[in-house]
T-cell receptor
């Protein structure tokens, strides 16, 4: 089944404790992206990657890191999480390189930072 | 200035009625337009793409007006299962895949 998977789905952590949210897609997509969704603010892009070893900042990159060492994986790293990073996070992927690409989203990771 | 604007609603609509949403966007260079649907606490899923000529998929019709920079979605004969948040999405930064999402319009279909 073609899908985007994220782990963990739910996480409660404390300020300053490094964490990684994994994202993997099995559709051989070139483009991958991370979003956060907050009430009243909608979906905002954190980072994106147009191909292996190519990453770029989205609209809200502060406090996050990403890497794209393999085509299928695009982990999101919070080196020192803070309470303002409490949010619902979505990973997405698409074919890339053309117009009207459908983005496929993972099921989301609900993160709480205490 | 917001890049993609939508009326957040909620729109409370009786089952069987027709409902329409609009969305405006600020980037006149945008090339791709979409409506995504998001159920509560779930991931967004593509509902339909919006082409310059407009397009229809069953009970759903999407229109694009480039001159006025707005996109519309029409739902006919609404069903209870249409209750969701509808996200207007426009190609933004980062080339063809850099999507900008509106905050969504919440639709509630009432029996």
């Amino acid at each position: 089944e073609a899908q985007v998977t994220q782990n963990p789905r739910y996480l409660i952590t404390v300020t300053g404790k490094k964490l990684t949210v994994t994202c993997s897609q099995n559709m051989n997509h070139e483009y991958m992206s991370w979003y956060r969704q907050d009430p009243g603010l909608g979906l905002r892009q954190i980072y994106y990657s147009m191909n292996v070893e190519v990453t770029d900042k989205g609209d809200v990159p502060e406090g996050y890191k990403v890497s794209r060492k393999e085509k299928r994986n695009f982990p999101l790293i919070l080196e020192s999480p803070s309470p303002n990073q409490t949010s619902l996070y979505f990973c997405a992927s698409s074919l890339g390189g053309q117009l009207y690409n459908e983005q496929f989203f993972g099921p989301g990771t609900r993160l709480t930072v205490l | 200035r917001k890049e993609v604007e939508q009326d957040p609603g909620p729109f409370n609509v009786p089952e069987g009625a027709t409902v329409a949403f609009n969305c405006t966007y600020s980037n006149s260079a945008s090339q791709s337009f979409f409506w995504y649907r998001q159920d509560c606490r779930k991931e967004p899923k593509l509902l339909m793409s919006v082409y310059s000529s407009g397009n229809e998929d069953g009970r759903f019709t999407a229109q694009l007006n480039r001159a006025s920079q707005y996109i519309s979605l029409l739902i006919r004969d609404s069903k209870l299962s249409d209750s969701a948040t509808y996200l207007c999405v426009v190609e933004g930064r980062g080339g063809a895949d850099g999507l900008t999402f509106g905050k969504g319009t919440h639709l509630i279909i009432q029996p």
